[in-house]
């Protein structure tokens, strides 16, 4: 005989067909006894789907409340029970503001959508807007509730156009009712202004747009959604021309660096970042790039010869035992250097003048503290949770766990 001990053996392993065919009233009892483990109580509730009992509403409800039970669980129920208007006064509770833990406060916005709570639409508004996707997806979905509840002019008045995450769910909402949101190219925010362009399918009306456009920013944008449409950059290079090939200057950058950072990271940079670098990149011819493993093996010779002692370059994955990045760890004695994989560059956290004068005469080139500061302005770079401009020495020597 089947259990849910059997069909949910260990976490991650769910027989979730044989789930659906459970007995619903056995699966809500294991759901409100916060003594079982939370893994298994936790597929039992997406299980019971469209079919909770109605003398079990209570119980699992009590579960949402207590926040000492597990929150993943508790999220899970409120998507299970997104129709029990009961739940409304506790989600509107002063207290519920207080609520910190892993996952809470943006489920709880979106069931006071998925309720009805015109209230939640402008914190469900800053949710949409969030640059990670999962928490983005939780509030458009409570958004999504409100507007097929009250319909979209209603939402949209209850947010209003103040900040830029008001306009971003006017951009989506215009776009959805198959409005042309061209002219949101020009939004001051460059969030939103990225959004529009990602909504953009008519290439004509790119080129059209580039003689009307309000700001240089506006037509770099334009530019920008025409060649991520029709891939043409000889086209794209033209209208850079025409703009006179604006770029950021960034004092401490120069064309070298500038060339390495720009074809690694002006690409897929975040969404705030200034146009000027992602159509800089189209339009720039990629650097050359380097022989990692000649690079090593000539750094290590370099090293070897000036009587440093290199151990094997290792990758900072594996220097940080987790994770990538831009560069190879090679330690000597007590100390360490790192070596770019994105050219010759190469560093050192502390003053290695013998490593430093071999390195240069192998044909390395050393980043001092000075250049390793500069920031470079207006690119944009995820980093630890961050999203913002980086200096010259984390985008030469990147890692991310």
Not at 128 to 148: C, K, T
Not at 305 to 324: F, I, M, N, T
Not at 334 to 350: M, P
Request: charged content about 25%.
């Amino acid at each position: 005989m089947r259990t849910i001990e059997t069909l949910v053996p260990q976490a991650g392993q769910i027989d979730a067909a044989g789930l659906r065919e459970f007995d619903a009233d056995r699966l809500a009892a294991y759901v409100a006894d916060p003594a079982h483990p939370w893994w298994r109580r936790r597929a039992c509730v997406v299980a019971l789907t469209g079919r909770v009992p109605q003398h079990r509403v209570t119980g699992l409800i009590a579960r949402i409340h207590d926040i000492h039970d597990v929150d993943e669980v508790r999220i899970a129920l409120l998507d299970l029970l997104a129709d029990r208007t009961e739940l409304l006064p506790w989600l509107n509770h002063k207290d519920r503001r207080r609520e910190d833990s892993y996952g809470m406060p943006p489920a709880i916005l979106k069931a006071r959508g998925l309720l009805g709570d015109r209230s939640a639409a402008g914190e469900l508004a800053t949710l949409a807007a969030e640059p990670w996707s999962g928490q983005r997806a939780i509030g458009e979905a409570g958004l999504d509730a409100l507007v097929a509840r009250y319909g979209a002019a209603a939402v949209l008045a209850d947010v209003g156009d103040a900040r830029p995450e008001d306009r971003a769910f006017q951009v989506r909402m215009r776009h959805r009712a198959g409005q042309d949101v061209t002219d949101a190219l020009a939004d001051p925010d460059r969030s939103v202004a990225y959004l529009a362009q990602s909504l953009l399918t008519d290439p004509d009306r790119l080129r059209r747009y580039l003689g009307e456009a309000p700001t240089a920013e506006a037509k770099l944008w334009a530019a920008y959604a025409l060649h991520r449409l029709t891939g043409d950059t000889a086209e794209t290079r033209a209208i850079h021309d025409s703009l006179g090939r604006p770029r950021v200057e960034v004092a401490g950058l120069d064309d070298e660096l500038r060339g390495v950072i720009l074809q690694e990271y002006g690409h897929d940079c975040e969404e705030q970042s200034d146009p000027r670098w992602r159509v800089e990149a189209i339009c720039t011819e990629p650097p050359v790039p380097p022989d990692e493993d000649e690079q090593l093996r000539r750094a290590t010779a370099a090293l070897t010869a000036a009587g440093l002692a290199p151990e094997p370059p290792v990758s900072c994955g594996e220097r940080h035992q987790q994770g990538g990045g831009t560069y190879h760890v090679i330690r000597f004695g007590e100390s360490e250097l790192s070596l770019s994989t994105l050219g010759r560059f190469a560093t050192s956290y502390g003053n290695e003048p013998a490593a430093r004068t071999a390195l240069e005469s192998a044909g390395f080139r050393w980043i001092d503290p000075l250049t390793s500061a500069v920031r470079v302005t207006g690119l944009c770079v995820y980093y630890f949770g961050g999203r913002k401009p980086l200096d010259i020495g984390a985008l030469l020597f990147y890692w991310q766990d």
